[in-house]
């Protein structure tokens, strides 16, 4: 589905471009409806904040009702930003900016995302660990953050309020060793490290929310030491099929300086707003403390002070 917001606030509900829930969410009012003679649908691009026009929501078309950057001013609409427009993963100019290019200062969006980043440290370890499959101790998570900052993620022009939690690991987990940390057992990563490194073990089990975890340790019997498990992504990929963005990274696992399992991440779009916008989340004793290190990295680093 193509979605649009009726609201700058990157906490914004967002809707399906369609003619219902454009007349539910604005009463077909200015600035959302205007022009003459023909009249005109706007909404926000839920990634960039720039305004959208609605296409084939009253006029019927081949293509189904979809959103156009309007790249100028509307009336009554916040400004259009021709830098956020650039570099909007939603827009059909994106693909023309060199992935790898970084700002070298923080626009106005990354510092909000900082803002985020901070505040809900808790909700975006929570899905990264949903995604590995690892649930990492509180040093693991801090260190993450660390290099997330350190290796400047917060400035790759691509980081948007639905990717941070892939963002952070895409750049905070690279060449992190997991051992110590706990893994779903019977997930893929597990049984490729039960494969394919000697001297792995996952005695120590716990259960977490219904799933059992092992810890990654070297086994009792082993003979020699255990090769460092390391995550790295790449890859960071984004491609618009039919109006719809597709946004792809690369997760590998290493044992040494052997490649062990390699796997395709897809960013989901939806989860992140979902989670930030549930109202009845529980925080837990490690929510709190992952709140609290989040503020003292951020602090540290004088980031959120820009
Ligand atoms: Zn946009």
Not at 18 to 33: G, Y
Not at 147 to 171: H, R, V
């Amino acid at each position: 589905m193509i979605y649009v917001k009726y609201s700058t606030s990157k906490f914004a509900t967002i809707h399906e471009v369609c003619r219902e829930t454009f007349e539910e969410q604005t009463r077909n009012k200015f600035p959302w409806e205007q022009g003459t003679p023909v009249r005109k649908q706007y909404a926000i691009c839920p990634a960039c904040d720039n305004p959208v026009r609605l296409v084939g929501i009253y006029r019927k078309m081949d293509k189904r009702p979809h959103r156009v950057h309007t790249e100028k001013d509307i009336e009554g609409l916040q400004r259009h930003v021709l830098q956020k427009y650039m570099y909007c993963m939603l827009s059909k100019r994106s693909k023309y900016i060199d992935d790898a290019e970084r700002f070298t200062e923080p626009n106005e969006s990354q510092i909000e995302l900082c803002h985020i980043l901070q505040n809900n440290f808790h909700k975006v370890v929570y899905i990264a660990e949903k995604i590995l499959h690892i649930r990492g101790s509180n040093n693991f998570w801090s260190s993450t953050l660390e290099q997330f900052i350190a290796s400047k993620g917060y400035l790759y022009p691509w980081i948007t309020l639905e990717n941070l939690p892939w963002m952070l690991i895409y750049f905070g987990l690279s060449q992190k060793n997991i051992f110590n940390q706990d893994i779903v057992l019977e997930s893929k990563i597990h049984q490729v490290i039960t494969d394919k490194c000697n001297n792995a073990s996952f005695d120590k089990v716990i259960i977490h929310a219904n799933k059992s975890y092992g810890k990654l340790s070297k086994s009792e019997n082993a003979k020699g030491f255990l090769k460092p498990i390391c995550l790295r992504f790449s890859g960071h990929k984004k491609q618009m099929i039919e109006d719809v963005l597709n946004e792809t990274m690369t997760l590998y696992v290493d044992s040494g300086s052997v490649e062990i399992y390699k796997q395709s991440i897809e960013v989901d779009q939806h989860y992140f707003r979902n989670i930030l916008l549930k109202p009845d989340w529980k925080e837990s004793e490690r929510c709190k403390k992952l709140l609290n290190s989040a503020k003292e990295i951020m602090e540290k680093y004088n980031i959120n002070n820009q």
